[in-house]
């Protein structure tokens, strides 16, 4: 199954790393316009951000893992614009010497059986990723 894996190094804590996955302010700091999240496993999480024709396009999902500090795990809606839609995100999180490990993986959903969607969604983990470092980095 084709899959969208990347990972970061941040300068900072494992808490601050996840306060920023995991909660509206910190999603809205480096991902979206908007979000809502209930955060506990079997929460949803709903988020909205701009298209690229400039309407607002959400992106509902479902919290399957819940790991405070570790690991989040979301599987998106099949519904919708979201290109990411009918997929899951798993993100793991760990202190790696000094610095915190962010590790993400993206799969299934019919974006992802594309190569040239999946291609323009690890770009756009590999920006937003680089936005979350440059962000959270020695704060």
């Known amino acids: 199954m084709p899959a969208i894996r990347r990972h970061i190094h941040i300068a900072t804590t494992p808490r601050k790393v996840w306060r920023a996955l995991t909660t509206a302010d910190g999603l809205q700091d480096w991902l979206v316009d908007a979000a809502r999240v209930d955060a506990r496993k079997g929460g949803r999480i709903i988020l909205t951000f701009e298209g690229d024709d400039g309407e607002p396009v959400e992106a509902v999902g479902l919290i399957h893992k819940w790991r405070p500090t570790a690991q989040l795990e979301i599987s998106w ?10 997929s899951r995100i798993s993100f793991q999180v760990a202190r ?3 610095e915190t490990r962010l590790s993400l993986v993206q799969s299934g959903g019919e974006a992802l059986e594309d190569d040239e969607r999946r291609t323009a969604l690890d770009s756009e983990w590999r920006r937003d990723l680089k936005a979350l470092q440059g962000l959270l980095d020695d704060a």
């Open 77 to 86: 809606d099949n519904v919708g614009r979201y290109e990411g839609r009918g």
């Open 96 to 98: 790696d010497g000094e």
